[in-house]
């Protein structure tokens, strides 16, 4: 039997070193998800992020993963990417790498 996969449904933190840096990757619920609306997401997204901010932790890039299946970035990817713009300001956007995941 096929195990069922698994899929992120809150916002979480996981955290390593390499070298001298200090490394927070941050998992969030897919956008178009099937438990939560991209409202929900944000919102969620934006209180991490809040309260990290509090404690001096500074957002320094994102990694936005895309499914190579979407031969396109649809209207709501693209709103998404509006979304992160007004989310965290237009400086460290220069820091998103768009992605692409589901390689066969």
């Given at each position: 039997?096929?195990?069922?996969?698994?899929c992120?449904?809150k916002v979480?933190?996981?955290?390593?070193?390499?070298?001298?840096?200090?490394?927070?990757?941050?998992?969030?619920p897919?956008?178009?998800?099937?438990?939560?609306?991209d409202?929900?997401?944000?919102?969620?997204?934006?209180?991490?992020?809040?309260?990290?901010y509090?404690?001096?932790?500074?957002?320094?890039?994102?990694?936005?993963?895309?499914?190579?299946?979407?031969?396109?970035?649809?209207?709501?990817?693209?709103?998404?990417l509006?979304?992160?713009?007004?989310?965290?300001?237009?400086?460290?956007?220069?820091?998103?790498?768009?992605?692409?995941?589901?390689?066969?």
């Amino acid at each position: 039997m096929a195990s069922k996969p698994v899929c992120t449904q809150k916002v979480m933190a996981y955290q390593f070193s390499t070298g001298e840096y200090n490394v927070v990757l941050v998992d969030t619920p897919g956008f178009s998800d099937t438990y939560s609306s991209d409202t929900e997401i944000l919102l969620d997204l934006a209180r991490w992020l809040e309260v990290t901010y509090r404690q001096d932790a500074k957002l320094t890039g994102i990694i936005y993963l895309h499914r190579i299946t979407d031969v396109r970035m649809d209207g709501g990817v693209m709103r998404n990417l509006k979304m992160f713009r007004k989310l965290c300001g237009d400086q460290p956007m220069k820091n998103i790498i768009i992605t692409s995941t589901f390689w066969a």
